[in-house]
């Protein structure tokens, strides 16, 4: 059993009052990134809270948003474990904003990303549960007169086995909110889980197959009008002109309003809305705008014209470049990853409404307090004047970090007060107005000794990033950003010498946070390389990974699994279809979790790469819900291989030359392979599981074709006609 203590648990920790006299038992807790501690003021806000009616149904207030992942039913099993309770009696309630829900590291904002969710929530949620568990056998000792320690609990109900009384949470709740809140709580050993650990079904699913979820495109509020939106094909553009009075007497139209980066007309339905911005005449200014002559290919060179510049290390260990000076042999490589839009199913959309004093918002998003911040930024209004509503996100992978589309929508409302206005995007705006992942670059050196053995590692990656972008103070120097070199430094490999090289290069275009993040293209430039560097070595690339991890055995262990689920095959082979297959491997930590995967490849015969089977091996210390685990392995391969084989965004003047799924096209089902997910749970401290399926699928695909063809894909997307021609 593990016991948590001294967690300022002393004073007033539940409502009392009225919440006591509806029969209502509600705990407060904090949840700042894994520091267990209960809500201290009973008449604040509080960071979330479970709540228990009289009939015996827990409601939990959570600070997480669900957009696929799964937190609808992995946060509430916490809860569920320590209570003592079935899942069928649980519902989640999302949390609204306030200071007491921030979760980053310095409390700034709060925010759903990073793998952060359930990891976060795993010891304060569970100490909730297990404290309220604790209070509610209290108060049915005191009820009966028997000591505290002959009563249990069984599903909801607290036990005196010796009498064979019985009372249901819900009777006990009124006398619960009574007392006092124990200084400590025993939680269970992993050994006595019922709950964590068992693939417990999807809570959302059934609501999402039938159409009754309600995602932010969904949201009707009476009285409701659309607007449909046209912003400037040049980042940064402004509106010169534009001729209103053309579709003022058009079917349905409202009115045309100017918005930031662009025009909206409002109509009483989006159709009308949609067909009169077509036919709305309107002019851009590009002239103040850095963003006007950008090309990606112009910047694609240049970043490469500076890989070879010192940088700033973000990793030195040993003396890399005298290593490289004094080897026997070296090799070099470089690689490049381009922009990505999040090409989320749901496009940007949100609805709100300003009324006198009080604005509220209907908003996919995966930072509450960022809405507000952006509805108080255009009303003027206090923060505690604002109401944000959360419904289900259709997609995320960090683009709901950005308010823009929330800035437009309350713009609007807010200079039509009383009137709620939803704001929705076309897919081509979605496309051309995205904030992509970088385009990076990134040049590799390796040297060895006399017996092949490596001895320097070298790295050098140029571009910008996100965090520099939209998380630092302009008064900051940042010397690396993180979101650039995640996935770079503090690799596993055994290597003497290693330094990894940031060179800081601006992009005049909008960057932005991107499933994975940096991981996502360096494990893409980190594997293939390792890969090369065991061909140079006329090694197996799995047994020259396996000699450098001596010192890593959750490493070893993971890349061992993975190439025992294939059946490992170090050469390419006749397969039954008539075609030469070969495989790949790959292995990649993020976001506290370990990831191998192992790709079966081949080149079809109408000169496509074809990926038939995926095997996927994870540790993430503990899987929480096994079966949520592989279906996030699934969807990050899914997502990654996508990526790997299709996807680019190019830029030319400072234009997306992408619109819509017909020129940015994403992997059909039936190039989709066959997943097979296997779970290493090693006791680490859990790790996280929304992303780390999508950095190794890239590589693996990659060292797969190599094996395949004997030739070097080294930018991305991959391209079979670069290995057939």
Same mark, same amino acid.
């Given at each position: 059993?593990?016991?948590?203590?001294?967690?300022?648990?002393?004073?007033?920790?539940?409502?009392?009052?009225?919440?006591?006299?509806?029969?209502?038992?509600?705990?407060?807790?904090?949840?700042?990134?894994?520091?267990?501690?209960?809500?201290?003021?009973?008449?604040?806000?509080?960071?979330?809270?479970?709540?228990?009616?009289?009939?015996?149904?827990?409601?939990?207030?959570?600070?997480?948003?669900?957009?696929?992942?799964?937190?609808?039913?992995?946060?509430?099993?916490?809860?569920?474990?320590?209570?003592?309770?079935?899942?069928?009696?649980?519902?989640?309630?999302?949390?609204?904003?306030?200071?007491?829900?921030?979760?980053?590291?310095?409390?700034?904002?709060?925010?759903?990303?990073?793998?952060?969710?359930?990891?976060?929530?795993?010891?304060?949620?569970?100490?909730?549960?297990?404290?309220?568990?604790?209070?509610?056998?209290?108060?049915?000792?005191?009820?009966?007169?028997?000591?505290?320690?002959?009563?249990?609990?069984?599903?909801?109900?607290?036990?005196?086995?010796?009498?064979?009384?019985?009372?249901?949470?819900?009777?006990?709740?009124?006398?619960?909110?009574?007392?006092?809140?124990?200084?400590?709580?025993?939680?269970?050993?992993?050994?006595?889980?019922?709950?964590?650990?068992?693939?417990?079904?999807?809570?959302?699913?059934?609501?999402?197959?039938?159409?009754?979820?309600?995602?932010?495109?969904?949201?009707?509020?009476?009285?409701?009008?659309?607007?449909?939106?046209?912003?400037?094909?040049?980042?940064?553009?402004?509106?010169?002109?534009?001729?209103?009075?053309?579709?003022?007497?058009?079917?349905?139209?409202?009115?045309?309003?100017?918005?930031?980066?662009?025009?909206?007309?409002?109509?009483?339905?989006?159709?009308?809305?949609?067909?009169?911005?077509?036919?709305?005449?309107?002019?851009?200014?590009?002239?103040?705008?850095?963003?006007?002559?950008?090309?990606?290919?112009?910047?694609?060179?240049?970043?490469?014209?500076?890989?070879?510049?010192?940088?700033?290390?973000?990793?030195?260990?040993?003396?890399?470049?005298?290593?490289? =000076? +004094?080897?026997? *042999?070296?090799?070099?490589? %470089?690689?490049?990853? #381009?922009?990505?839009? @999040?090409? /989320?199913?749901?496009?940007?959309?949100?609805?709100?409404?300003?009324?006198?004093?009080?604005?509220?918002?209907?908003?996919?998003?995966?930072?509450?307090?960022?809405?507000?911040?952006?509805?108080?930024?255009?009303?003027?209004?206090?923060?505690?004047?604002?109401?944000?509503?959360?419904?289900?996100?259709?997609?995320?992978?960090?683009?709901?970090?950005?308010?823009?589309?929330?800035?437009?929508?309350?713009?609007?409302?807010?200079?039509?007060?009383?009137?709620?206005?939803?704001?929705?995007?076309?897919?081509?705006?979605?496309?051309?107005?995205?904030?992509?992942?970088?385009?990076? =670059? +990134?040049?590799? *050196?390796?040297?060895?000794? %006399?017996?092949?053995? #490596?001895?320097?590692? @070298?790295? /050098?990656?140029?571009?910008?990033?996100?965090?520099?972008?939209?998380?630092?103070?302009?008064?900051?120097?940042?010397?690396?950003?993180?979101?650039?070199?995640?996935?770079?430094?503090?690799?596993?490999?055994?290597?003497?010498?290693?330094?990894?090289?940031?060179?800081?290069?601006?992009?005049?275009?909008?960057?932005?946070?991107?499933?994975?993040?940096?991981?996502?293209?360096?494990?893409?430039?980190?594997?293939?390389?390792?890969?090369?560097?065991?061909?140079?070595?006329?090694?197996?690339?799995?047994?020259?990974?396996?000699?450098?991890?001596?010192?890593?055995?959750?490493?070893?262990?993971?890349?061992?699994?993975?190439?025992?689920?294939?059946?490992?095959?170090?050469?390419?082979?006749?397969?039954?279809?008539?075609?030469?297959?070969?495989?790949?491997?790959?292995?990649?930590?993020?976001?506290?979790?370990?990831?191998?995967?192992?790709?079966?490849?081949?080149?079809?015969?109408?000169?496509?790469?074809?990926?038939?089977?995926?095997?996927?091996?994870?540790?993430?210390?503990?899987?929480?819900?096994?079966?949520?685990?592989?279906?996030?392995?699934?969807?990050?391969?899914?997502?990654?291989?996508?990526?790997?084989?299709?996807?680019?965004?190019?830029?030319?003047?400072?234009?997306?030359?992408?619109?819509?799924?017909?020129?940015?096209?994403?992997?059909?089902?039936?190039?989709?392979?066959?997943?097979?997910?296997?779970?290493?749970?090693?006791?680490?401290?859990?790790?996280?599981?929304?992303?780390?399926?999508?950095?190794?699928?890239?590589?693996?695909?990659?060292?797969?074709?190599?094996?395949?063809?004997?030739?070097?894909?080294?930018?991305?997307?991959?391209?079979?006609?670069?290995?057939?021609?």
């Amino acid at each position: 059993m593990t016991t948590i203590t001294n967690i300022s648990l002393s004073r007033r920790r539940f409502l009392g009052g009225s919440a006591a006299s509806a029969g209502v038992f509600m705990l407060g807790l904090h949840l700042p990134l894994g520091r267990a501690a209960l809500a201290d003021d009973v008449d604040g806000d509080m960071n979330a809270y479970i709540g228990i009616a009289d009939d015996g149904t827990v409601t939990i207030r959570n600070p997480y948003i669900e957009m696929g992942q799964g937190t609808y039913t992995s946060i509430p099993m916490l809860i569920a474990e320590e209570l003592d309770i079935g899942m069928d009696i649980i519902r989640v309630e999302q949390a609204p904003p306030g200071e007491a829900y921030r979760l980053l590291y310095d409390g700034s904002r709060r925010f759903t990303g990073g793998s952060f969710s359930v990891r976060s929530a795993f010891k304060p949620l569970r100490t909730a549960g297990a404290t309220a568990r604790k209070m509610l056998m209290k108060a049915a000792a005191d009820e009966w007169g028997v000591p505290l320690a002959e009563c249990s609990t069984d599903n909801g109900r607290v036990v005196h086995e010796q009498s064979g009384r019985s009372l249901g949470y819900g009777e006990l709740a009124p006398l619960a909110a009574q007392l006092e809140t124990p200084a400590d709580v025993e939680l269970k050993s992993s050994a006595d889980y019922r709950l964590l650990g068992t693939p417990v079904a999807r809570t959302d699913s059934a609501i999402k197959s039938n159409g009754q979820a309600q995602f932010g495109i969904d949201v009707r509020v009476d009285g409701m009008v659309y607007a449909a939106v046209k912003q400037s094909p040049v980042f940064g553009g402004k509106v010169k002109s534009v001729d209103a009075a053309a579709v003022r007497d058009k079917p349905g139209v409202i009115a045309v309003d100017e918005i930031p980066n662009g025009v909206a007309v409002i109509a009483q339905t989006y159709w009308q809305a949609q067909q009169a911005l077509a036919e709305l005449p309107v002019e851009f200014d590009t002239s103040e705008t850095d963003s006007a002559g950008f090309s990606s290919d112009a910047y694609r060179d240049e970043l490469d014209q500076h890989l070879d510049d010192s940088g700033v290390a973000a990793e030195d260990s040993g003396d890399a470049p005298a290593a490289l =000076a +004094a080897a026997a *042999r070296t090799i070099s490589a %470089d690689y490049h990853a #381009p922009f990505l839009a @999040h090409a /989320t199913l749901e496009p940007m959309n949100c609805t709100a409404l300003v009324e006198e004093g009080h604005c509220t918002v209907w908003a996919p998003n995966q930072g509450v307090d960022s809405v507000v911040m952006a509805a108080t930024e255009v009303t003027g209004l206090d923060a505690d004047r604002i109401t944000v509503h959360t419904p289900y996100l259709g997609g995320g992978f960090g683009r709901r970090f950005i308010m823009d589309y929330t800035v437009q929508a309350v713009t609007l409302a807010n200079r039509r007060k009383g009137t709620p206005i939803q704001v929705i995007w076309t897919r081509e705006e979605d496309t051309q107005h995205d904030f992509y992942r970088p385009l990076i =670059a +990134a040049r590799y *050196r390796a040297g060895f000794d %006399d017996d092949n053995q #490596p001895v320097s590692l @070298h790295t /050098t990656t140029a571009g910008d990033g996100p965090i520099r972008r939209h998380m630092s103070s302009p008064d900051e120097e940042m010397k690396v950003d993180p979101s650039v070199m995640e996935g770079v430094m503090h690799q596993p490999y055994a290597i003497a010498n290693k330094r990894a090289d940031y060179v800081y290069r601006p992009v005049a275009a909008p960057i932005g946070f991107w499933r994975s993040v940096g991981h996502s293209m360096n494990a893409f430039f980190t594997e293939s390389f390792i890969d090369e560097m065991a061909h140079a070595a006329e090694q197996d690339p799995i047994e020259f990974r396996r000699s450098m991890l001596n010192e890593e055995p959750r490493f070893r262990k993971v890349l061992d699994t993975a190439v025992q689920m294939a059946g490992w095959k170090g050469q390419a082979w006749d397969a039954d279809d008539g075609r030469k297959h070969a495989m790949g491997v790959a292995l990649h930590q993020s976001f506290n979790s370990i990831v191998a995967e192992v790709a079966e490849v081949s080149i079809s015969d109408i000169d496509e790469i074809q990926v038939h089977k995926v095997w996927c091996a994870v540790d993430c210390g503990f899987a929480v819900n096994p079966r949520i685990v592989t279906m996030q392995m699934e969807s990050g391969i899914a997502f990654g291989l996508s990526a790997a084989l299709l996807e680019q965004i190019t830029v030319s003047d400072g234009k997306v030359e992408q619109a819509n799924f017909d020129s940015y096209p994403f992997l059909p089902p039936q190039r989709m392979p066959e997943v097979e997910v296997e779970i290493v749970n090693s006791g680490a401290d859990l790790g996280g599981i929304g992303e780390p399926g999508t950095p190794p699928i890239a590589p693996a695909v990659a060292n797969g074709l190599f094996a395949l063809t004997g030739k070097r894909l080294r930018d991305l997307p991959l391209r079979a006609d670069e290995v057939t021609a």
